[in-house]
């Protein structure tokens, strides 16, 4: 982390230059990784773009979903010393009501009973996975 007046940053020290480049993968701990990958594809129209084994005897998996065309992806990990439910990531949206409309049709979704708009944040609305991640729905900016 860097500060221009490191107030209230104690044993921080400011960085020349970094080599991050952006954010990519987001995770979320799963109790069952095939379940997940079925909502995550099935309900929410994401794409598998990775499901790996590895590890002794390929008892781990590396499972990556994303929305079409996204470069961000999210990966869906048994839970690695917490348990699961505690994720939360934003997904843009073209059309936050058209979505909402579609999910709440399905019937078997966790989702906001409406879309809100607060002055000085987009509209949006949030969904529960079922090991209780939420996903915001955000309104994609203009332009």
Avoid: K
């Amino acid at each position: 982390m860097s500060s221009a007046s490191g107030a209230g940053l104690t044993g921080m020290t400011q960085t020349q230059s970094t080599t991050l480049t952006q954010l990519a993968v987001t995770m979320f701990a799963v109790t069952d990784q095939d379940a997940a990958r079925d909502f995550y594809t099935g309900v929410l129209g994401f794409e598998v773009r990775g499901d790996e084994r590895f590890g002794a005897d390929g008892t781990d998996r590396w499972l990556e979903v994303a929305p079409p065309g996204s470069s961000a992806r999210l990966a869906l990990n048994p839970p690695m010393g917490g348990s699961p439910g505690g994720g939360v990531v934003g997904v843009e949206s073209t059309d936050v009501l058209a979505e909402h409309a579609r999910l709440t049709v399905r019937g078997d979704v966790d989702l906001d009973p409406a879309p809100t708009r607060v002055p000085g944040a987009p509209l949006l609305f949030a969904l529960r996975d079922p090991d209780g991640n939420t996903i915001w729905v955000v309104e994609e900016p203009a332009g």
